[in-house]
């Protein structure tokens, strides 16, 4: 397993911030999407976006062939693939029993989730658990998470069983897909890796359309087909590629708590586009965890000058360090 690298990565920060953004405006366009006049269910939704999220990372599937970087990934990333199909399905039915702002908020969960499994996963990532600056980080970005996020969900109300459980179990299949994900691409291109998952968990998702109602997207309108189509090319093809390459570069926790940015960016943009006002303990929250999410990305250089540990000593995580 290659290990994380251990100073400030421009790039890395980049493509996890484009992963955010993209991640982040998502939830509102499937929930626009989310009727019966529309897209009327999940199944017909994934038969659409990642057939053309596949098209689009073609080019990076057939470089990776021409290359020879998918020797030893073909069979190796079926692992990926199927947890990818099963918690897509999961998030694409997510948004007809949950509106988008609980949807993001709830989501993300996963992080927990994430860390724990890669922690248990990695050795180079089970170090952050001797660091300080990490932990605080952490425990800052959750906090304010949750200050962001409890009036939001206290006040909208109209959860469901059905829903909650869709959300809850999507998130675990997201936190093992993260994992998996690192666990699989060693120092292989990350977009020629997901170039092939994303064609894999499109047969499967493809296979799973007639349990839904595909005929109803012939009757879509120009405007709804567009959304459908940028909601693919953003959500799939854009972010999962970014999220890939940082993955990568940084390791699954330390951008799995990044990601808890993404609602904050789906409440500033409803902000900006529909005026939905910020409460100030909720403008509050925000500010805690991007403290807590720039510092927790900070970790990994604060470890740098420190020679990796022996595997065998990192089950040890007594004696913290900065």
Known sequence: MPPIRQRIDITAIAALLGAIISWG???????YLACPTRVPDGFTANLVRYPIAAIACLPWLVWGIRRGELRGLWLAALLPSVINTV???????????????????????????????????????????????????????????????????AASGGHTLIGLTIIFTCSLFWAFYGVSVRYVMH??????????ISAYSSVGL??????????SVLELSTYDWSIL???????ISLAHGLYYVAVQ???????ELGLLIAPFISLAGSHLITGETFTHVQWLGGGILLIG??????????????????????????GLTD
């Open 87 to 153: 918690g897509q399905t999961l998030f694409a039915w997510a948004p007809y029993f949950e509106n988008a702002g609980q949807l993001s908020f709830l989501l993300r969960i996963a992080v927990v989730w994430s860390i724990l499994i890669a922690f248990m996963v990695f050795p180079d990532e089970r170090r952050l658990a001797r660091s300080r600056r990490f932990w605080s980080g952490a425990i800052l970005a959750i906090a304010g998470f949750a200050t962001l996020s409890y009036p939001r969900l």
């Open 25 to 31: 405006t998502i939830p509102v366009m499937l929930r």
């Open 187 to 196: 120092k292989k291109h990350p977009l020629v890796l997901f170039s092939l």
């Open 293 to 318: 999410a720039a510092l927790a990305m900070a970790s990994r250089r604060s470890r740098q000058a420190r020679p990796p540990e022996p595997e065998d000593k990192l089950a040890d995580t007594s």
């Open 249 to 255: 570069r940084m390791g699954v926790a330390v951008c």
């Open 206 to 215: 493809i296979g799973m359309a007639p349990l839904g109602d595909p005929s």
């Open 229 to 235: 189509i940028g909601s693919a090319l953003l959500g």
